[in-house]
């Protein structure tokens, strides 16, 4: 199955008895003839060093469904149970599992450093289950922040803001969004690139110093740092954390997530090497911190009573963060996987 998978992928004879340790002459002899000749030749199959870990990683994957973990997530935590093997066989299992993956082009926006950070809402989970997510990325060194919220309101927005500002220890020049209610009420509205923001969220970002921007509406993805961002977060950290919680039989909330979330950003996300830059988020930060604008005094002004009429209102504080569904101990475990790193 390993060989017609790796073949399937466009793997070379070579690249493929490599990765299984089989001779190239019984791998040409499988693609040929099939693997029951194949079979007969080699015989007693070897054990794996992979094979006692195929139940856990099956039944992780199970309990993912219908999403997916990634191999590299997956041979975090067979690592920490004693796997010594190589990723390829890992990932070669893993990808006989799922359909292989669709490329999706983007086009690319570079922005100098301290320009830019683009911010999204993302929502995960399902049900009663379901999380709002605030990602802000910086656009030159990709070093991001994330938080968990139980709504997209305005005031929340506002502190998401506040803690990324405080997270990054400085301000950028500019915030890139798409078409949030809370930052635009109308595009266009006195002329072309002439928007009509909502009034509290412009004097807020007047006083910490930044200028909003919106992305152009169905062109190139302008704001592509940030949704790819999403992406990775769902597969690397919020699938394998919610299979794990199911697995322990508990329900993850805002505040365990954040948690989490803040272990992964520091040892995960920051810490590795950014498949565009082909640098460390973490490391280019350290020169885009310098470029950034300081951090604004606290914010006293408050949103005005009485938004725009097609604006849903929302609520003058911020609403009460859940809280933990169990005692902190039970967490340890889900935690301690997101703090190992692990360069494939």
């Known amino acids: 199955m390993e060989i017609t998978v790796l073949s399937k992928h ?8 490599r990765a299984t340790g089989l001779s190239r002459n019984t791998v040409r002899r499988y693609l040929r003839e099939g693997e029951a000749a194949a079979t007969r030749k080699r015989g ?4 794996e060093k992979l094979d006692p870990f195929k139940g856990y990683i099956a039944e992780r994957m199970q309990a993912a469904a219908p999403d997916l973990i990634l191999a590299a997530v997956l041979l975090r ?11 390829t066989r890992l990932k070669v299992f893993v990808r006989g599992l799922r359909p292989a993956p669709k490329p999706d082009p983007v086009v690319r926006f570079e922005t100098e450093p301290g320009q830019q950070m683009q911010a999204d809402w993302a929502t995960v989970g399902r049900g009663s289950d379901e999380l709002k997510v605030f990602i802000g990325t910086l656009g030159w060194s990709r070093t991001a922040y994330v ?39 109308e595009r266009n509205a006195y002329r072309r ?23 152009r509406p169905y062109r190139a993805k302008t704001k592509g740092k940030v949704e790819r961002f999403i992406g990775y977060l769902k597969r690397s950290f919020w699938i394998p954390f ?43 930060m350290i020169i885009e911190r310098g470029k950034l604008q300081a951090l604004p005094k606290p914010y006293k002004g408050r949103r005005p009573k009485d938004p725009a ?31 190992l790193e692990v360069r494939p």
């Not at 990324?164 to 809370?182: C, H, I, Q, S, W």
């Open 309 to 339: 009429a097609h604006v849903m209102a929302t609520s003058s504080r911020p609403r009460a963060v859940i809280c933990y569904q169990h005692p902190l101990s039970t967490y340890d475990a889900l935690l301690e996987p997101m703090a």
């Open 242 to 284: 919610v299979a794990s919680c199911r697995q322990a039989g508990i329900k993850p909330d805002c505040r365990a997530t954040n948690a989490a979330v803040a272990i992964w950003l520091r040892e995960v996300a920051n810490a590795r090497v950014h498949a565009t830059t082909s640098e460390v988020p973490a490391e280019r």
């Open 44 to 47: 007693l199959k070897r054990p």
């Open 10 to 17: 466009g793997e070379s004879i070579h690249g493929i008895a």
């Open 193 to 215: 690139n002439l928007h009509r923001f909502h009034p509290g969220f412009l004097d807020y970002a007047g006083h910490a110093g930044f200028l909003p921007r919106l992305c």
């Open 147 to 185: 938080e968990f919220c139980d709504d997209e309101q305005f005031e929340m927005l506002r502190l998401c803001h506040e803690h990324a500002f405080d997270f990054f220890a400085g301000v950028p020049r500019e915030v890139l969004y798409d078409n949030m209610k809370t930052v635009v009420l």
């Open 77 to 87: 935590e067979i690592q920490a149970r004693g796997y010594d093997g190589g990723y």
